[in-house]
Each structure stands twice: as structure tokens, then as C-alpha cells.
């Protein structure tokens, strides 16, 4: 069965009606813009991000949507781009044989370093992107060529992950690590 680009299974197309009822009965659609979030392939994500628990998905996507009026997500702009587009360097370089966006990233190009900027670029990057095409999730190519000791910063790190994993749950589809340095051979 499909669900809006999405194929799913009959358990998780049960699991979507359940989710959909939970929802619908809450208080969960604050505004028009919750409404539109939550479509049918946005909740299979959250499902899926829960190994198919409803009550669990449900929690975590009340904690999205709170986290995306707090921080108003359809209208963050990265300031440090506005200021020098040349200080991030992740952008959309084309598409992959499934028809995702390719996001590429590089160090020796990027300007900026402030954790802070780093997330609100790439918060404002996904919520374009998906805005604009029906894609269900992305390859993200990072190019560790220009990395320096200067680049370790553990805090954004964790930012993105918790980012990743909490308001934008498989979404990443693959990821490619180019000339990553010995200091990351722990990781995998």
C-alpha cells in the first residue's frame, strides 16, 4: 500500500488509522501549520522511528510540534548566510538515483563555526527542501577535506543528532563520509 510516496505495510497502515484517531482526538493542531505537518507520510515516519508504537510516536510528535512553534521553524533563516553566503557550505547539489536531494557539505569551504548558525543553516536547508519536493528523505555527502582540529565541536554534533533524531526522524536516507580523519574511525 502507498501512502503519499511511502510504501507501507498493513500493520502500519493500521497503525497510521490508530495514530490519525489518537491525534485527531487530542488537542495536538494548534494552527493551520500542525495540520499540514502532520500528513500521512510525516506519522509512518514517526511510527517507523517508534518500531510501530503508537502511544510512543504520538508523544513524539507532540514534542515536534511544540519544538516547531517554539522555535518556528517555517520562518528560521540562517542569519550568518544572510550576512556571508559563503559561510555555510550544505546545500542541495542534485538528486540520487531514488529521487532524493543530495545535501553536500564541506569543510574547506564553510566560514562560519558557530554551533548555533551551523544548526539553524541546516534546520532551514530540510524545511525548504521538503517544503518544495515530495521527497521523504535525503543523502547527505560530507566532505571532511579543509577539516582541522578547530572543527571538532561535540556540542554541534550532538545538536544535530538530537535534532535528526527527535524533529526530523528518518528523514536521512544515507549519509557519505569523504576523507573523514582518523579521529572518527571510533564511530563505525
Known amino acids: 500500500v502507498l501512502v503519499m510516496s511511502i510504501l507501507v505495510s498493513e500493520e502500519e497502515?493500521?497503525?497510521?488509522?490508530?495514530?490519525?484517531?489518537?491525534?485527531?482526538?487530542?488537542?495536538d493542531f494548534t494552527d493551520p501549520e500542525s495540520l499540514e505537518f502532520c500528513d500521512d507520510s510525516t506519522l509512518v515516519r514517526f511510527l517507523r522511528a517508534r518500531q510501530g508504537n503508537v502511544e510512543?510516536?504520538?508523544?513524539?510528535?507532540?514534542?515536534?510540534?511544540?519544538?516547531?512553534?517554539?522555535?518556528?521553524?517555517?520562518?528560521?533563516?540562517?542569519?550568518?548566510?544572510k550576512t556571508d553566503p559563503k559561510s555555510h557550505s550544505t546545500r542541495i547539489i542534485g538528486w540520487c538515483m531514488k529521487g532524493r536531494p543530495v545535501f553536500y557539505s564541506s569543510f574547506a569551504s564553510q566560514t562560519s563555526r558557530d554551533p548555533e548558525d551551523n544548526i539553524d543553516h541546516i534546520i532551514a536547508l530540510l524545511e525548504s527542501t521538503f517544503k518544495m519536493i515530495s521527497a521523504q528523505s535525503f543523502v547527505w555527502v560530507i566532505d571532511f577535506a579543509g577539516f582541522q582540529t578547530g572543527d571538532i565541536t561535540p556540542s554541534t554534533g550532538r545538536q544535530a543528532l538530537k535534532l535528526f533524531c527527535d524533529n526530523y526522524p528518518?528523514?536521512?536516507?544515507?549519509?557519505?563520509?569523504?576523507?573523514?580523519?582518523?579521529?572518527?574511525s571510533g564511530l563505525w
Open 13 to 27: 497502515r493500521n497503525n497510521l488509522s490508530k495514530f490519525r484517531l489518537l491525534l485527531e482526538e487530542s488537542d
Open 56 to 81: 510512543s510516536a504520538h508523544a513524539m510528535i507532540r514534542a515536534t510540534l511544540k519544538w516547531r512553534e517554539e522555535n518556528e521553524t517555517s520562518k528560521i533563516v540562517c542569519s550568518a548566510c
Open 170 to 184: 528518518e528523514r536521512l536516507g544515507a549519509a557519505y563520509l569523504l576523507d573523514s580523519p582518523l579521529v572518527f
